[in-house]
């Protein structure tokens, strides 16, 4: 998929959106991404996890990995367009991130690690992190959405759909209300996990 058409179909569902919002960090930004909202939508997702997975065909996966929540649904996608399982990791009560349910690897199965968004990529990390202690072999890792600005650092090979520079701003260095506009608050009623 085009770059564009993928900034279309993104838009068209308000996963998104161009104006003037507070993020959940208490940073202003002119974009507001949440990929749920995309993702809410099974023939949009299938086609997304098609696109994502055809990224990855020459990796021979075993399996994918996604961090819950906000990733399952993509995660699921990618592993059904690559024909290999879909699990996930979640947290624990202690707040560790592990795989649970009975999910197992096999010793050395090359496992994809797939998020919806990458901000700063430390859900990714994290499920590195249990894929490994696991007996997993991370080959690669991919996203729908590159936010991060170039900051990412995996140390494994990670291809995202789409990249976007997202500027965000400190409230007082906002130049969308130094123009004298009032930011609305997306998060407040929407996952705070995307922003
Ligand atoms: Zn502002």
Redesign the pocket.
Known sequence: MKRDELIKLFEQVGAIRTG?F?LSSGR?SATYIQCALVLAHPPLAEQLGHALAELFKDHSTGCVVSPALGAVIIGHEVARALGVRALFVERDRSGQMSLRRGFELVPDERVLVIEDVWTTGGSTRETIGVVEESGGLVVAAGALIDRSGDRLDLNVRAHALLEMDVPS?E?DE?P??RAG?A?TRPGSRFSRTAL
């Open positions: 003037h507070e202003h701003y409230p906002c969308l209300c506009g930011p």
